[in-house]
Each structure stands twice: as C-alpha cells, then as structure tokens.
C-alpha cells in the first residue's frame, strides 16, 4: 500500500497531525509514503510567471523536505516527494493518488480541502485527529455499524486491515441520547423505556454480525447524551482507529458522508478512516509488509 500525505505549499502554520498520522500508518503497516503538495499555476506574464514558479519550488522544496525528515525521524525508512500543479488542491491530491497508485489519501482534519475530498475521494481518507499523539502503532480498529451498505464497505475494509496488522477489531453503534435538561414531549420515562429498548436491539444486531466474524471482536452500543457524548461513551485509547462509511455518487464516483456520519466525524477524538463504497474490495487493502 502506498500513503499519500496532502502537504499545503503555503506558509501558513497548520501543524503536523497529519504527518503524525501518516507515520502511524506507515508504522503500522510497513508500506511507503509519498508527500504530495499541490501549487496554483503560473501567470500569464512570462517574467512575473518565471519568478512565481521560482519561488513556489523553493518553497516547496523547503517544506517537503522537512516533512520528509520528520517521516524519517518517526521511523518511515521509505518517503518520496512529489509535485504537482493543479487548478485546486483536492483535484491535485486525486492527481498524485492516480500516479502513484495510492490507497489511502492522509490529510489534516480542519479546513476545506477535506471536507472536499470527501465528496470527490476515489480512495479511502484518513483524517488525523484535532489534538494529541495517535500513538506509535495502530493498536485496535474500531468500526461503526448500522446494518447499511456503508457499515458494510466500512467494516469490510476494517476487518482486512485488522487481519493485516494484527490488531483486535471492535464493532461499535453510536446511540446519542436527548439532554435531560430539554423539555421532554413524552416524558423522561416514556424516552428513556424507547432508548433502552431500542439500544437492547442495536446490541443484538452487533452481536450477530459479530457472529460471522472470526475472532469474536468486541461490540459496544455507546449512550450518551447527543453525539459528542455518545461517541466518547465508546472509550478511547492511544492507537485506536475508527472506522466509518460513504457513499459514492455520480460518474466520478465523489464520497458522501450523511448526517450521522458526520456527526461522528466531529466529535471523533482519535483519527478517522472514511472508506466510500466500492473502495473496499480493492486489491491493495492495507497489509503489512
């Protein structure tokens, strides 16, 4: 499998979670990474265009470089660079992942390009967490499950990749509940009867997909109060990684995350694979080696 990391060519500070990630990955699955930064074009005045594009490679250089190092410095022995213009950078990043055969785009969570590569991804993205270390290895594969076909591509990846890198899967459904500080139409007690019931058969559900899997992977039906409760009930430790299906629409097969998976993505405090259905049969699931 090859990692393709999105790195911005601009200066602005964005941090390095998705190196972090990227190295994580890398770590965990023995495959190598190419850096890829998209530039804008040039300019129609061929002085003024002369001297942009002197400056954007050295910038480029500059910045590739150093994320090249710190890779190597997290113990990825194998990074390449590449460059590439394009008239945006999401387009650019879908370039590179074509060229190079890549099979999972690594980006920043925070910002546009993600949120536009989730809707025109042909691969799987894996979004770094907002803060703190991922870990040094993927130490446990967490998939969500709502008996749609997403679940499905999600889980089929997830199970791969678990196989692969050796690490305990856990199937988990989200169950957000109302804020007991809202008024209630039918009552606290009514809501709360309708909850436990229907978390009683989320679990049943879990329990029998369970079933089919080998190795008895642990399920968990997570309550809490809204989503950002509810996914924080699941519990989270240093190397884990969450798992979550799209949808893939229309000729260029663009992701789609509905409303609950994005919701998850939100309040998700460790980093994220989104995985769009069809991806997940691909040849090059993750593996190690």
Partial sequence: MTLVVGHPADLEERGEAHLRLTALLARTAGDDVVVATVTARGFPDPRVDREYRTWVAELVRSRQGRAALALRAAGVADVATVAVEA???????????GQVGGS?????????????????????LA?????????????????????????????TWARRAAAAWGVPLRLVTFAPERDPLLPSET??????????AWARQAQEGLDAVAATLPGAPETVVARGAGWPGAVAAAGWSDGDLLVVGSSRLGPVARVFLGSTATRILRAAPVPVVVVPRGTEDAADTPHRG
């Fill in 87 to 97: 008239p945006s950078v999401p387009a650019g990043l879908v370039t590179v992942v």
């Fill in 187 to 196: 009552g606290l007690h009514v809501e709360r009867e309708v909850s436990a």
């Fill in 104 to 124: 999972l785009l690594v980006l920043g969570r925070e910002g546009a390009v993600p949120e536009h590569l989730l809707r025109s991804s042909p691969v799987p």
């Fill in 127 to 155: 979004l770094a967490a907002r803060a703190g270390a991922p870990g040094e290895r993927v130490t446990r594969l967490t998939c969500t499950w709502a008996g749609t076909d997403r679940s499905r591509a999600a889980l």
